[in-house]
């Protein structure tokens, strides 16, 4: 129960003076919460129904180095899915943010090392209930050997000392994050498709790096539940392929409201939502003659735009208009109001500012399922705990804090000028169907030496999320794909050998509030033409 210091130290933490003769009545109230919060954890945690008992897991297990040669796996299990539906036989890897009954999770974290979730995400059941069989779980910034952490932070992939997830092209370079494990997989062939997680890019990042298709699909039509978050107001998941067609299948399992997610605005019920891989197949005679397509100025006008990517995204966007294609130049702002160059400020401060929240426990305002068995092993943070979260996480703390208590309208005044920006976005879609820039502004990267301090970290990839973020603030879908190879970053050659080196490269494109069926149209055509790694 609350005693005289607790109400000092409450009073203390608010910079608030207790008028004389008040202590007691507010030991009084504090004691009422007491009361009202032994209550509720008097009552069994509401969870949702596991699949185990109908798809039980099969051979829980971390992987051996030998079989983890990318260290893309964070754990590996067998569940087979319900025979016959539209994922029949697919593999599926899962970013390990998702929640499956009885397997452990990491979370990218070794903070918390006996975290076993008991209940299944709603995109688990989905999968299982279509046909999928998933594999495992993959690993997302972090690695099961490793004293270091950053649940799910962070748009590279070497966030620990002793095992980063390599790139399957080129071991030692950066396979892109937070869904490093799922690009690393499906890259080298490991699993049909996966399943990402994507705050500010970490779908698309990792497909552009590792030579996949990434979709982060419209805010809310894809449900979050059973998955852990960073924040709210931009979690999302979505489908990660070698193919259109795969992503499209798996979309078409995943999509819909859940009755549960209460960010699912404007998503159709499973039963209404669109079947995307038979629009697909439908509209390859056509092709994507006419389709109107601006590219954005924005999008290729930054500094640290490597010229072997603004190469090959350019070249890739002649082949589209060689397709038929009527293609343009567009700016956002188009009325000079909020600019896409500000995407980077505004995902810097809605990110860290809310995030660093979740991370505290802070959860609130929303309705959904809160995966209570995880916090309540993580809270509170020790020093410990810190020691292991490494560079992005105690970065971003430590930036949240400051930005809270000096800017405190800071979050507010962005997430406002990310509906501005949608507005922006809104209006060049009035005359386009898509948008298209470069996914990442630089190839994959060297990882970054474990004993670099803070700063290094957070300038290992300069420009990494400044095209991916800006539809996760404004909510519109996007999908990248593989285009060709390009050569390392030139600080990134050591050796006359490494200049051989070549790296996938990824276009990105922005489609209408859920018009997910056009950027998959767009990846499919160009894929049945063009082979891209002979480009």
Request: negative net charge; charged residues 20%; glycine residues 8%.
């Amino acid at each position: 129960m609350a005693t005289p210091d607790d109400v000092l130290a409450a009073a203390q933490k608010l910079s608030f003076e207790i008028p004389p003769g008040h202590q007691a009545d507010y030991l009084a109230l504090l004691k009422a919460t007491d009361q009202a919060v032994a209550a509720i954890m008097n009552y069994p945690d509401y969870q949702i129904p596991s699949n185990a008992n109908v798809y039980p897991p099969e051979d829980v297990h971390r992987p051996l180095s030998e079989d983890n040669k990318l260290r893309g796996w964070a754990w590996k299990v067998t569940i087979k899915g319900k025979p016959g539906g539209i994922l029949d036989g697919k593999t599926i890897c899962l970013k390990d943010t998702i929640c499956v009954a009885n397997v452990p999770q990491l979370f990218g974290t070794t903070a918390i090392e006996d975290f076993v979730p008991v209940s299944d995400a709603t995109v688990v059941t989905r999968v299982l209930d279509h046909g999928g069989i998933i594999v495992g779980k993959a690993m997302c910034e972090a690695c099961i050997d490793s004293d270091f952490t950053n649940f799910s932070h962070g748009g590279s992939s070497h966030s620990t000392p002793f095992g980063p997830v390599e790139n399957p092209y080129a071991v030692g370079f950066s396979a892109g994050g937070s869904s490093s494990g799922c690009g690393a997989l499906i890259g080298s062939n490991e699993v049909d498709m996966g399943i990402g997680g994507d705050q500010g890019g970490s779908i698309r990042i990792p497909a552009a790096l590792c030579g996949i298709i990434g979709l982060k699909p419209t805010f809310g039509l894809v449900p979050y539940t059973g998955v852990l978050s960073s924040d709210p107001a931009l979690d999302t998941v979505g489908p990660m392929a070698r193919t259109a067609l795969d992503a499209a299948l798996l979309l078409q399992v995943i999509a819909g409201y859940d009755t549960i997610d209460d960010r699912q605005l404007g998503a159709p019920l499973p039963a209404d939502v669109p079947k995307y891989s038979e629009l697909l197949l439908a509209s390859r005679q056509q092709g994507i003659k006419g389709l109107r397509i601006g590219i954005l100025k924005e999008g290729f006008a930054s500094s640290v735009l490597h010229s072997a990517v603004n190469d090959k995204c350019r070249a890739a966007i002649a082949k589209l208009e060689a397709m038929g294609a009527v293609v343009e130049e567009v700016s956002v702002p188009l009325q000079r109001n909020c600019s896409h160059s500000l995407t980077a400020e505004m995902a810097h401060i809605i990110n860290k500012l809310a995030s660093s929240q979740t991370r505290q426990g802070r959860q609130v305002s929303r309705r959904g399922l809160y995966v209570n068995e995880f916090w309540e092993k993580l809270l509170p943070w020790t020093q410990d705990k810190f020691d292991k979260a490494k560079y992005y996480v105690t970065g971003t703390a430590m930036s949240a804090e400051y930005g809270w208590s000096r800017y405190p309208t800071a979050y507010g005044r962005a997430m406002n000028l990310s509906r501005r920006l949608r507005d922006e976005y809104n209006l060049v879609f009035e005359s386009h169907d898509i948008i298209v820039m470069p996914t990442v502004l630089q190839p994959a990267r060297r990882h970054i030496a474990y004993d670099a301090g803070p700063l290094a970290w957070a300038q290992g990839a300069p420009g990494i999320v400044s095209n991916t973020a800006a539809s996760n603030l404004t909510c519109h879908p996007s999908i990248s794909f593989p285009v060709g190879f390009v050569p390392p970053f030139e600080k990134d050659i050591h050796t006359p050998e490494d200049a051989d080196i070549k790296l996938p490269c990824g276009l990105m494109a922005v489609g209408k509030p859920f018009d997910e069926i056009t950027l998959l149209r767009v990846v499919d055509a160009f894929e049945r033409i063009f082979d891209w790694k002979t480009l």
